[in-house]
């Protein structure tokens, strides 16, 4: 079952006994997996560098939906921006739930995708009432015609405050971010009309309010509030490390 949705790939229930296992670690292997798997090696389309193996990381080549590991052989698996590449995303999500207890999956959202699309993304994903949805760019003729992806990603994030906070208050805006323990709900290419509107009409008020129920004042003031504490204490790390 889906268990929540992180702020970040670091805000993440791994316990220091756990053996960690990533699909797809890539150019940028999250520090704690211990095993770091990826299907292409020589081949770059789907990342945006060469391979990287931390210290005391194992690396096998091995393809995501046929995982060379035993039944529940980790404790957690991490998939960070790989799920929208994959050509069979039900072989690819039933082999995480085979191979860990717990995990975590990061994807661009729907929204993230418009402002910031890839040609090697076969998907778009949003999550609704607790289920990760996925549908096929070519059944939506999905655009690529802009590509915020300079602004979004590169020099809002770097040059503005309130975009750090707003990206903190609401973390699933750009980007889909589910922490599961055994499994969680999925829905590849859905003929549900009520859940295809969200990526084929225009969003009305109500669909906002489905993907982003509305909370109290106090509650965005608590949000807004320990978004701004945490953009200091890593204003102020990264001064400290540069000094060291």
């Known amino acids: 079952m889906k268990i929540r949705n992180p702020h970040s790939r670091f805000d993440l229930d791994i316990k220091k006994t756990d053996r960690v296992l990533e699909v797809g670690g890539g150019h ?3 520090p704690r997996s211990n095993v770091v798997v990826d299907k ?11 391979i990287k193996v931390l210290r005391n990381q194992q690396f096998l080549k091995a393809d995501g939906e046929h995982l ?3 039944d529940k052989e980790f404790d957690y698996v991490i998939c960070n921006h790989v799920l929208e590449h994959v050509e069979d995303p039900v072989a690819f999500l039933h082999e995480q739930f085979r191979v860990a207890k717990r995990g975590y999956i990061e994807t661009p959202s729907l929204l993230g995708e418009h402002l910031f699309p890839k040609k090697s993304h076969k998907w778009v994903l949003l999550e609704i009432d607790g289920k990760v949805i996925l549908v096929d760019k070519e059944r939506i003729s999905f655009p690529t015609s802009f590509d915020f992806g300079d602004l979004y990603l590169e020099y809002l994030p770097k040059a503005s405050i309130g975009y750090k906070i707003m990206e903190r208050t609401h973390p699933n805006l ?3 971010r589910v922490e599961w323990e055994g499994s969680f709900e999925f829905i590849v290419n859905p003929d549900d009309k ?10 009305t008020r109500e669909m906002v309010l489905r993907y982003f129920p ?3 004042l106090g509650k965005e003031l608590a949000e807004a509030t320990r978004a701004f504490t ?4 890593s204003i102020i790390k990264s001064k400290v490390l540069k000094r060291v």
């Open 28 to 30: 940028n292997p999250h």
């Open 174 to 176: 750009h980007t889909m």
């Open 68 to 70: 060379p590991f035993k």
């Open 214 to 216: 509305q909370r109290s």
């Open 230 to 233: 945490d953009i200091c204490k």
């Open 40 to 50: 292409y090696v020589d081949d770059n389309t789907h990342r945006s560098g060469d």
């Open 194 to 203: 009520d859940i295809l509107k969200y990526f084929e009409e225009p969003w």
